[in-house]
C-alpha cells in the first residue's frame, strides 16, 4: 500500500496547514477544494486560479488518489453504473451509482454505493467479497474518490448533483472507522459537496464497537445492520466471524444507539431459500426486535459461485415479509438494481480478477487478528 497522502486524504484544515507549509496563504487551500469538491477537477492543472509553482508543488506533494477505471457496466435502463477500480497498489475495489426515475422517485436521488476496505474479513458466506478474503483497510482520500468520480460524471452529463452515499460496498466499514468517518466529515463538508448527513448511511455486519462509536458522533448518519438470522447459531454458520459480537449484544447496542440519537436503525436480512426464510423464522425476528425503533430491509440473495446458496421464490419472500408485518415490524423487500450487471457486493471483482485469486489464493477471515476504532 503507498503511503503517499492525496488531495483527497486531507480535511480542509489540514490542508490549510500544509498550503501554509508551503510559504502560501491559507485562502489557497479553499481554492483547491473547491476545485476538488465543487468542481471535481481531476487534476491540479485545471485550477487556473492557483500560481503555476504551488500547482506542480501540490502535484508533487499531495497527488489526487491512484485509482483507475478497468471496467464500467451499465445496467440496461441506464440507472445503475457499477465500477471495478484498480488502486495504486494493484488492488480491486467496486462502487455502483444508482439512479432513481424521477418518474417513480420523487426525490431523483442518485446514490453512490462505496466500498471502505479491499475485500472483507467478515467472510459471510453468501458474499462473493466475503468468499474471495480481506487484503487492507481504504484510505480516506480512496473511499471519497469513488464519490467525487461519479460526482463529476453526473456533472458532466448536467445531471443532478449525488443526493446519497450508502457504506454498503466492499469491506465492513465500523473496521475501517477513521477513514471512513473522515470522508463522511469531507463529504458533508459545507464548503464543499456539502451532502446532508442524513442521506449517509454506514452499514455493518455487527460491529459493536463502531455501533457505540456512532451513536456519539455529532453528525447524524444513518445505521444500518446486517443480521441475516434472527439467532444466534445460524448467523455464526453464516457469517463466520459472528462469534466475535453475539447477537444479543448487537441487539443491545442498537437499542443503545435509538437512545441516545433518537434515529431509526435499519436491519439488512438477507433471504435465501430454505435456509432463513421461513415465517417462523420471521416471527423469531419480530420477537428479536420488539419494541425497536427499526425498519428490516429484505434482500433475496444474490446469485454467488456457491450453489448451495439460493435466493427464494417470489411467494416465500412476501410470506416472510407478511409473517413480520403482522408481528408489527415494519419491512420492505429492497428494489433490486444492477442485477444483470453484477452489482451486488464483490461480483464483478471476483469474475475479472478470478485468474489472480488462483495465483494467490485469498487470506481467510482467521487470517485478520484484529480490527480497530
Not at 502535484?59 to 464500467?72: D, K, N, Q, R, S
Not at 484498480?86 to 455502483?96: A, N, W, Y
Not at 423469531?284 to 420488539?290: D, K, N
Not at 475479472?352 to 485469498?362: C, D, G, K, L, T
Amino acid at each position: 500500500m503507498s503511503t503517499a497522502v492525496s488531495l483527497y486524504d486531507l480535511s480542509l484544515p489540514e490542508l490549510e496547514a500544509r498550503i501554509r507549509a508551503l510559504g502560501e496563504p491559507a485562502y489557497r487551500a479553499r481554492q483547491a477544494w473547491e476545485w476538488a469538491y465543487r468542481r471535481f477537477a481531476q487534476s491540479y492543472t485545471e485550477m487556473t486560479n492557483l500560481p503555476a509553482a504551488l500547482r506542480e508543488r501540490l502535484a508533487e506533494e499531495l497527488p489526487f488518489p491512484a485509482m483507475t477505471v478497468e471496467t464500467e457496466l451499465a445496467s440496461g435502463d441506464g440507472l445503475t453504473r457499477k465500477r471495478l477500480i484498480r488502486l495504486g497498489d494493484g488492488k480491486l475495489i467496486e462502487t455502483v451509482l444508482m439512479l432513481y426515475d424521477p418518474r417513480s422517485d420523487s426525490r431523483g436521488r442518485a446514490t453512490v454505493c462505496v466500498s471502505s476496505q479491499a475485500g472483507c474479513a467478515m467472510g459471510c458466506v453468501f458474499c462473493a467479497t466475503g468468499q474471495a478474503g480481506f487484503d487492507r483497510n481504504l484510505t480516506t482520500g480512496e473511499i471519497v474518490a469513488q464519490v467525487v468520480g461519479f460526482a463529476r460524471e453526473q456533472q458532466d452529463a448536467g445531471r443532478g448533483p449525488i443526493t446519497n452515499v450508502v457504506f454498503m460496498g466492499m469491506g465492513e466499514p465500523m473496521a475501517n472507522y477513521r477513514a471512513v468517518w473522515a470522508a463522511v466529515e469531507t463529504l458533508t463538508h459545507a464548503e464543499g459537496m456539502n451532502m446532508a448527513a442524513r442521506h449517509i448511511t454506514i452499514s455493518t455486519v455487527g460491529h459493536i464497537p463502531g455501533i457505540r462509536k456512532l451513536a456519539e458522533e455529532r453528525l447524524q448518519v444513518g445505521l444500518a445492520v446486517s443480521l441475516h438470522a434472527p439467532d444466534e447459531a445460524l448467523r455464526e454458520r453464516l457469517v463466520p466471524t459472528a462469534h466475535r459480537y453475539p447477537l444479543p449484544e448487537i441487539i443491545d447496542a442498537c437499542r443503545d444507539y435509538i437512545d441516545k440519537t433518537h434515529r431509526r436503525v435499519t436491519f439488512e436480512y438477507c433471504l435465501m431459500d430454505g435456509v432463513n426464510d421461513s415465517p417462523e423464522q420471521a416471527r423469531s425476528l419480530a420477537e428479536l426486535l420488539r419494541g425497536m425503533n427499526c425498519h428490516v430491509n429484505l434482500i433475496p440473495v444474490n446469485p454467488t459461485p456457491d450453489d448451495s446458496i439460493r435466493r427464494p421464490s417470489r411467494a416465500r419472500t412476501l410470506a416472510f415479509q407478511r409473517a413480520l408485518a403482522e408481528k408489527g415490524v415494519p419491512c420492505t423487500v429492497r428494489v433490486e438494481k444492477g442485477v444483470e450487471i453484477s452489482a451486488a457486493c464483490g461480483q464483478l471483482r471476483g469474475e475479472r480478477a478470478n485468474v489472480e485469486f488462483m495465483e494467490a489464493p485469498p487470506k481467510r477471515a482467521t487470517d485478520i487478528t484484529s480490527v480497530s476504532v
